[in-house]
């Protein structure tokens, strides 16, 4: 999957600072909720074999019903998700399964994205059939990530 850079321009149209992007209200936070909750109704989907509002669901035994409030805490601070849930309870999400409450390693999950992109600064391992364990890691002097590390809060 590639990346979409006007998607990118649009969700970053009103980016001022790292604050908008990592802080307590910002993008990373919103984007990590938008992406889980997509992401668990699509696994509700599959468990129950059928479209949201689709007819085949009708008569079936098992139905959508509503969602729960889930906070999560990771590396990114804490989010507030709604799980989807289904009639008959037996609804396990993969992404989030019932009774977690971290969400660990988001920010590698990201950092490993950035790291494999074609965007890169530096060469890609595939690019030269070297194994992937020879890459240059992102390290915290990364020049894209000096702003970033310069306003985030030490860890606790």
């Given at each position: 999957m590639g990346t979409d850079k006007?998607?990118?321009?649009?969700?970053?149209?009103?980016?001022?600072?790292?604050?908008d992007l990592i802080g307590e209200q910002?993008?990373?936070?919103?984007?990590?909720?938008a992406l889980l909750e997509h992401a668990?109704?699509?696994?509700?989907?599959?468990?129950?074999?059928?479209?949201?509002?689709?007819?085949?669901?009708?008569?079936?035994?098992?139905?959508?019903d509503g969602t729960s409030a889930k906070t999560l805490k990771g590396d990114f601070g804490?989010?507030?998700i709604e799980v989807p849930r289904d009639r008959?309870?037996?609804?396990?999400?993969?992404?989030?399964p019932r009774h977690q409450r971290r969400f660990n390693g988001f920010d590698d999950k990201i950092l490993s994205m950035v790291r494999d992109s074609p965007e890169a600064p530096w060469p890609r391992a595939?690019?030269?059939d070297i194994p992937s364990l020879v890459r240059p890691p992102?390290?915290?002097?990364s020049p894209m990530l000096v702003p970033?590390?310069?306003?985030?809060?030490?860890?606790i």
């Open positions: 006007e998607l990118i321009d649009k969700i970053l149209g009103d980016y001022k600072g790292p604050e910002g993008l990373l936070k919103e984007l990590t909720r668990m109704h699509a696994e509700l989907t599959h468990h129950l074999g059928y479209e949201k509002h689709a007819p085949d669901g009708k008569g079936s035994g098992n139905s959508r804490e989010v507030e008959q309870g037996n609804f396990e999400p993969k992404i989030a595939s690019t030269y992102i390290t915290m002097s970033f590390i310069m306003t985030r809060p030490a860890p």
